[in-house]
T-cell receptor, first 112, second 114 residues
Framework: DSGVTQTPKHLITATGQRVTLRCSPRSGDLSVYWYQQSLDQGLQFLIQYYNGEERAKGNILERFSAQQFPDLHSELNLSSLELGDSALYFC???????????FGPGTRLTVT | AQSVTQPDIHITVSEGASLELRCNYSYGATPYLFWYVQSPGQGLQLLLKYFSGDTLVQGIKGFEAEFKRSQSSFNLRKPSVHWSDAAEYFCAVVSTGGGNKLTFGTGTQLKVEL
């Protein structure tokens, strides 16, 4: 158990809908990262937050947004969902001064 | 831009045999390198990391990896594979410019024959 929690574990929704994925980092970790894992794209970095501020952005679609709250949990919002958004979404966290990231169990999103 | 290549998509070994999974990186400076393992339906677990210093690093579950700058490689090894090692293995490099995102290789799927 990495100490990173993600909810829900599975999510099935229809095209055009909006969903919110939630992540709680390890105790004391200030950085939260979101990654998408799909068969065709592999593991792709989406976005990083550090202590509530956006730190880095990757290949994140404009339909996707994220935020980190004062209690350091983070939410990834996916809107106007398309079939191609079906994937496993991982959250990871790290101590601000270290590079290794610890991953949650992921949320499997299925868009039908 | 940094990149990671894992040339082997699938590898099959017999239980008890030795294992080596290959990873090549492309990075201008000294890279920070990682190996993660993903079991079916699970998240990614950190096996080991290399930041600097000793080029042979030890990790969990009996794994080790050797950093070779001259070959731009960071291969993962295990002397004797157990059936429970069957999983997908990812090599990754961290980018330290503006955030610390991980860039992953495409992964190597390990099958262990009993």
């Amino acid at each position: 158990d990495s100490g990173v929690t993600q909810t829900p574990k599975h999510l099935i929704t229809a095209t055009g809908q909006r969903v919110t994925l939630r992540c709680s980092p390890r105790s004391g970790d200030l950085s939260v990262y979101w990654y998408q894992q799909s068969l065709d794209q592999g593991l792709q970095f989406l976005i990083q937050y550090y202590n509530g501020e956006e730190r880095a952005k990757g290949n994140i679609l404009e339909r996707f947004s994220a935020q980190q709250f004062p209690d350091l949990h983070s939410e990834l919002n996916l809107s106007s969902l398309e079939l191609g958004d079906s994937a496993l979404y991982f959250c990871a966290s790290s101590d601000g001064g270290r590079f290794e990231q610890y991953f949650g169990p992921g949320t499997r999103l299925t868009v039908t | 831009a940094q990149s990671v290549t894992q040339p082997d998509i699938h590898i099959t070994v017999s239980e008890g045999a030795s294992l080596e999974l290959r990873c090549n990186y492309s990075y201008g400076a000294t890279p920070y390198l990682f190996w993660y393992v993903q079991s079916p339906g699970q998240g990614l677990q950190l096996l080991l990391k290399y930041f600097s210093g000793d080029t042979l690093v030890q990790g969990i579950k009996g794994f080790e990896a050797e950093f070779k700058r001259s070959q731009s490689s960071f291969n993962l090894r295990k002397p004797s594979v157990h059936w429970s090692d069957a999983a997908e293995y990812f090599c990754a490099v961290v980018s330290t410019g503006g955030g610390n995102k991980l860039t992953f290789g495409t992964g190597t799927q390990l099958k262990v024959e009993l």
